[in-house]
């Protein structure tokens, strides 16, 4: 049923972001892959506050 559809979009979620996070971290570095983390999250978090700034 429904359960079982949700289940297994989880798994597939979970096994695709751990493939390539273990890609992207063979090919840029463990390091590397904390960086550029950190940069798409704050850069997300900016365009977060530039947004409900020109809400408000």
Same mark, same amino acid.
């Given at each position: 049923?429904? %359960?079982?559809? #949700?289940?297994? !979009? =989880?798994?597939?979620?979970? !096994? %695709?972001? +751990?493939?390539? *996070? /273990?890609?992207? +971290?063979?090919?840029? /570095?463990v $390091?590397?892959?904390?960086? *550029?983390s950190?940069l #798409? @999250?704050?850069?997300?978090? /900016? @365009?977060? #506050?530039? $947004? +409900? $700034? =020109?809400?408000?």
């Amino acid at each position: 049923g429904a %359960v079982g559809v #949700v289940f297994g !979009a =989880r798994a597939l979620a979970i !096994a %695709v972001a +751990s493939m390539t *996070g /273990g890609a992207l +971290s063979n090919w840029i /570095g463990v $390091r590397g892959l904390f960086l *550029g983390s950190g940069l #798409v @999250l704050v850069a997300y978090l /900016g @365009l977060l #506050v530039r $947004r +409900s $700034r =020109r809400l408000a």
